[in-house]
């Protein structure tokens, strides 16, 4: 026989298997599936492995870079800080006289020749001066703090006449303020003048007082005074639910392993979360004033005086941004992305021309008890909850338009789409799939087909050579062994796919519990602003 009439037949023959084997390659291939289903898995294992450490070093990183920013700060404004406790020293001490006043005019002038360039060196030298009746010398003192810093320089004198009774000069020194601030264009020092009022400090003269009130009141009409604020703040508040990270992470191995649409899973699962995380900040802001009596009046005014004081500087403050960035990388677990989008909502917030309402929202979302009284951030939250809830219900429907109503599970060879409230139907699809395909699974592969081909090729080429046979025997054996270990393994094929489809299921009731409970949140975060 030439070997022309032997490649024909082994065609022929090739030709004849493939027409009793009528099966798409996509089901022949399942050991192909099988290894590329576990090489899709080892590669998001080493894809998130990568991605973990490349966030932990971020926050490595960043905690270093506000170690090193601490450091910059007590090298380039130590002294400051000296200043600062000084004058709150001195403060008191006028209530006790302990310490000289000789004492105190050489301490003072000691720190203002390290400090000339900060406005409040320039108070404590006007204090000192007015202990000591050196008229000319608080005048010029004065003078020179309230050129450094006009606003902070007002509402520190103002503070300090109320502090020791002498309202009628304090009056002075708030229409001075006043003259200096752009009601559409507040800064963080409107939040002294707010805590001071919340906290009584302007009652000891109720003309005053009056005039104090006239003025948040105007901060406050200011918020509904054009649709522009309005869209504006509602658009602020959104922005910030959006980019807060989210406590709450789903460990759904199975889902990771089987269901195709797992990420809108984890993305819903986190959204979900956030109600919590807004709860804890209405409640942290649900205090109540301490008691206002004559007793503690002086305490309260130095606990204001304080918060006036160490309201930082511009040269600080930039040294302060700097660590609010870092601190948002280390919130946000290393996602700088994530981070960098927060930033820019605080930088927003924070620049020039800010109206009163952006001013309340920082107060609200951005700054903490240590940078802004509760009270007053409590005051901020009150006055703009209407955009805050308008912000919830705008971010709420856009999750919940995100949340998958299907899931689409692929699990060895089964794939099947669920609601995830299905389980006994999905149960049941996979075993009438695993016994209507259990020709096909268990013996249409790579391996049995390539025996197969082998099995024929060496039939073929026994016309040429009876060597050929030796490979037929060989083929035909691993065959065989294939047959008998599909047989024994199928069952337990079969029940590994039932269990990974059990377990999905059961993942995906606790992923739809889970959004059930944070609707429910949601709406006890409807309440707990209403009730502020």
Known sequence: MSSNNAVNTLNETINSFKSRVDVKIESVNTSTSSLRATTNKIY???SKFKIDMIQNEEKQIAHENMLRIDQVLKEQFG?????????????????????????????????????????LSYALIAITAWVNDYPEVASNAISEGVRKDRIKSTLFFCLMNLRFARSEVASKWFYEYMKTVDPASLQQEAAVVLQAYLNGIFGTDKELENEVNKVIQNWVNQLDANEEISATLTETYLTYIRNLPSKEYCDYPSLKQF?????????????????????????????????????NYNNRIDSILVNLITNYDKEELELKNQQ??????IDNDGKVESAEQQYEVFQGIQA??????????????????????????????QNTRKWFKEAIENWSLSINQAIPLDFRLHIDTWSGITNGE????????????YNNNKFQIMYVNTYNIAAVIAVILTIGLAFLTPFSLIGTVLALGFLVFRVLIARKTYPKRVNAA???????????????????????????????LEYL
């Open 498 to 528: 039932l269990n990974n489809l059990n377990n999905c299921m059961n993942e995906l009731a606790d992923f739809k519990q889970f959004i059930k409970e944070s609707r429910n949140n949601k709406e006890k975060l409807i309440s707990e």
């Open 324 to 329: 609010i960035y870092f601190k948002m990388i």
């Open 352 to 381: 020039e021309g800010f109206n009163v309402g952006n001013q309340m929202v920082k107060w609200v979302v951005f700054d903490d008890n240590s940078q802004t009284d509760v009270h007053v951030r409590k005051f901020g939250l």
């Open 79 to 119: 002294d400051y800080e000296a200043i600062r406790k000084t004058v709150m020293g001195v403060v008191k001490d006028f209530d006790i006289n302990l310490v000289r006043n000789s004492t105190i005019q050489e301490l003072s002038e000691e720190l203002w020749i390290t400090s000339s360039r900060y406005w």
């Open 259 to 295: 269901c195709y649409n797992v990420s809108e899973v984890e993305a819903s699962y986190m959204n979900g979360g956030k109600y919590n995380e807004l709860i804890e900040l209405v409640k942290s802001l649900d205090v109540e004033l301490s008691e206002q009596t004559k007793d």
């Open 422 to 433: 299905d389980q006994a139907d999905q149960t049941e699809q996979m075993k009438s799939f």
């Open 44 to 46: 998001d294992s080493i």
